[in-house]
């Protein structure tokens, strides 16, 4: 029902900035709550951010809270995440998923996943 593709990831350095893309294809992109995920080697899937289907609520893991923002745009079918003041820590393969109404910061509640981007952060 929607297809995701995540761009934008790459290296970046402690205390700079990286901004991620997903883009989505299908005419239903608005009835999707959005959210992104990330996965470290050797970890579980981690919830980062979520945003609901207007873009009026959106939700963030304490680590990225200040730091990081999620948006979207419903008319060229896109949701961002803007990462500022990046940390080792923040290395990881993200993910951007899409759910049909459930709003959930669970990754078992997602049902539509992109390939994933590299971020690496290096000090």
């Known amino acids: 029902q929607v297809q995701l593709v995540e761009s934008g990831g790459g290296l970046g350095q402690a205390g700079g900035s990286l901004r991620l893309s997903c883009a989505a294809s299908?005419?239903?992109?608005?009835?999707?709550?959005m959210a992104w995920f990330r996965q470290a080697p050797g970890k579980e899937r981690d919830f980062v951010a979520a945003?609901?289907?207007?873009?009026?609520?959106?939700s963030y893991a304490d680590s990225v809270k200040g730091r990081f923002t999620i948006s979207r745009d419903n008319v060229q079918n896109l949701v961002y995440l803007q990462m500022n003041s990046l940390k080792p820590e923040d290395t990881a393969l993200y993910y951007c998923?899409?759910?049909?109404?459930?709003?959930?910061?669970?990754?078992?509640?997602?049902?539509?996943w992109g390939q994933g981007t590299q971020v690496t952060v290096s000090s």
């Open positions: 998923a899409a759910t049909p109404g459930l709003y959930s910061i669970n990754y078992r509640d997602y049902n539509h």
């Open positions: 945003i609901s289907r207007s873009g009026g609520r959106t």
């Open positions: 299908g005419r239903t992109f608005s009835r999707y709550d």
